[in-house]
């Protein structure tokens, strides 16, 4: 059903003041017709922390959150500048460079979202430290598809880090030669730093990586903790 756009709307809010809770402000989003949307205006955080709800009440009427507007159609990220914590409770698809330019984000928490959301290319925040996640789910978002791609960022709400890791080394497949990191036959390849930041992919047997420290390395779905000197 072909989308109409609904004015008076970003529902993007300050996680301390309930009061707005299904209060939304004026950016934008669009309903299918089906009461789900997606979300593609945005307001600023005076508290640091910003939240997506999983659902909205607005005339009565109760929208669930279904989808977070790619690069192009997140329109308004004016003032964002506050925002050094984002919460996400809403179980939507994530759109590729959806938060791309949220650069002071640190911490990302996926508050009750026991299901790893599809997250599109480059879709969280760049300089993310730690992503939050369900108790006892560090290991599924760990392994899910995009998301293990920070999954040395991950923890849960208790603070458990992914099985694989709780342990550096190099292990048995792959080696490290200076700032390149090599594995035995080619696999898909993705290496990022300890803030979640890809440095390196590919189908490949080698990358390269721009300096020395610790890095994530997912090859062919199973991820290891390296260090390169």
């Avoid at 970003?10 to 789900?36: E, F, Q, S, V």
């Avoid at 929208?63 to 996400?88: F, H, P, Q, R, W």
């Avoid at 994530?94 to 290319?121: C, H, Q, R, S």
Wanted: with cysteine; glycine share 12%.
């Amino acid at each position: 059903m072909k989308y109409k756009q609904i004015l008076c709307a970003a529902l993007m809010i300050c996680a301390t003041d309930a009061a707005k809770a299904t209060d939304p402000t004026d950016k934008g989003w669009y309903d299918d017709g089906d009461k789900n949307i997606t979300i593609t205006g945005l307001k600023s955080s005076t508290s640091g922390i910003c939240t997506i709800e999983k659902t909205y009440t607005i005339d009565d009427q109760t929208y669930t959150v279904a989808y977070l507007g790619d690069g192009e159609k997140m329109v308004s990220v004016v003032g964002l500048t506050n925002c050094t914590s984002l919460i996400i409770r809403a179980n939507a698809e994530i759109g590729a460079n959806a938060f791309y330019g949220w650069t002071n984000v640190k911490t990302l928490t996926m508050d009750g979202v026991t299901t790893p959301p599809t997250i599109g290319e480059n879709a969280l925040p760049q300089n993310l430290e730690k992503i939050v996640v369900p108790a006892g789910m560090a290991d599924v978002y760990a392994n899910a598809t995009g998301w293990s791609a920070y999954a040395g960022i991950i923890e849960d709400a208790n603070g458990t880090k992914p099985t694989a890791m709780e342990e550096i080394g190099t292990g048995a497949e792959i080696t490290v030669k200076g700032r390149t990191i090599e594995v035995g036959e080619a696999a898909e390849i993705v290496v990022t730093d300890m803030a979640g930041r890809r440095t390196d992919y590919g189908v490949t047997t080698r990358c390269t990586v721009g300096h020395g420290g610790i890095y994530i390395v997912n090859v062919g779905g199973a991820t290891h903790k390296i260090v390169v000197r």
